[in-house]
């Protein structure tokens, strides 16, 4: 039920002061503090970011730090709608950024002062998680077009063509930038010419939690007994190739993954977009609630990936792909999308999401 932007402000109690931010306003009062954040998706600003959670962002002015400083009165959420506010109950401060000191959990962890340049942002955690219907009024999911699945047609014949439209199609929507023009110190691999080509245009390619390492990063390397191109984040583990095959296999300390150099970057492809992708739900599943899970998806003939999680199966819907896992739980399953849209039709699969911004 909506309610007035007046109605509001009044829960904040008597001699409430108000304070404009933009896409946010404040109001302090004797009882509470209100956060009224505008409708709409912001993935770098303040807004609802999912079912469960709100994201606060610069500018911060005037008293407004201090109030978020402030824990003595309940902070009450909504969102302005073009007919009223939204309410979201009561939310939980779960992570602050600058400052002087980040919190995690209610855990405070101080900061280096010579690089703290004051509050950036706060995440915060409602009480209660919003109906879908909710989460659509405040940020509706319009019906955009979503990148396809035709290169699954090619996986089986041709990787190289395969990974060319996958990253085509799924990073459609980030700008392009200008090549540095810096080229490889040898003669590449069709499939890593390939990636760099349009990974030189958008580095998002290049991964953001793993990562292929840059064309003038490669060189032959004694101890690898070949060369490394691609890197797990925390050095778990390095993929070495040779050079004397157009498609040559792919090392892991010695041992050759399942899937040459094009299959291996098609499946790097895959699970760093997920990595990537601003709308993304997590869950533990069994093995029947995963298997009922992917039944309506489409699983990418490739041999079962053997990172992040040895082995990671891969599927595929437009817009959307999924991960698939072993876990401690039974399995692990990811799914994501870089637009909102792709994720409605899992929204209520028939097990409770861990997290979920779709």
């Not at 002015?61 to 109950?89: A, I």
């Not at 699970?271 to 069994?286: R, W």
């Amino acid at each position: 039920m909506l309610v007035s932007e007046d109605e509001a402000f009044r829960r904040a109690g008597a001699d409430a002061e108000v304070v404009d931010a933009g896409d946010v306003t404040y109001a302090r009062g004797r009882d509470a503090l209100v956060i009224i954040v505008a409708a709409g998706e912001r993935p770098d600003g303040s807004q609802l970011a999912s079912r469960e959670d709100v994201t606060l962002r610069r500018p911060f002015p005037g008293p407004v730090t201090d109030w978020l400083g402030d824990h003595r009165r309940p902070w009450l959420g909504f969102v302005r709608l073009s007919d009223g506010c939204l309410p979201l109950g009561r939310l939980r401060e779960v992570c602050r950024y600058g400052g002087g000191t980040d919190l995690i959990d209610n855990g405070y962890f101080p900061r280096d002062p010579a690089a703290d340049t004051g509050l950036q942002g706060i995440d915060l955690a409602l009480e209660k998680r919003l109906p879908s219907r909710a989460l659509d009024l405040a940020r509706p999911a319009g019906d955009e077009p979503v990148p396809g699945v035709g290169w699954l047609l090619d996986v089986q014949h041709d990787r190289v063509a395969a990974l060319r439209e996958f990253l085509t199609g799924w990073y459609a929507d980030v700008p392009e930038q200008e090549p540095d023009g810096i080229e490889p110190s040898m003669e590449l691999p069709e499939p890593l010419r390939v990636f760099y080509e349009l990974a030189a245009r958008k580095p998002i390619i290049y991964g953001t939690q793993d990562t292929v390492r840059r064309p003038e990063e490669l060189e032959y390397d004694d101890d690898f007994d070949g060369v490394p191109f691609a890197d797990e984040n925390q050095g778990v583990w390095t993929r070495v190739i040779n050079f004397d095959l157009d498609d040559p296999p792919v090392y892991d300390d010695g041992e050759p993954d399942a899937e040459p150099l094009s299959g291996f970057l098609l499946q790097f492809a895959l699970i760093e977009a997920v990595m990537s992708a601003p709308y993304a739900g997590q869950a533990e599943l069994t093995e029947a609630e995963r298997d009922r899970f992917v039944e309506g998806l489409i699983p990418v003939p490739l041999a079962p990936a053997r990172f992040p999680v040895d082995p990671t199966r891969i599927y595929v819907a437009p817009g959307l792909i999924a991960l698939t896992f072993p876990s401690d739980e039974a399995f692990g399953l990811t799914v994501a999308g870089r637009r909102r849209s792709a994720l409605r039709e899992v929204r209520e699969p028939g097990f409770a999401w861990a997290n979920f911004t779709g």
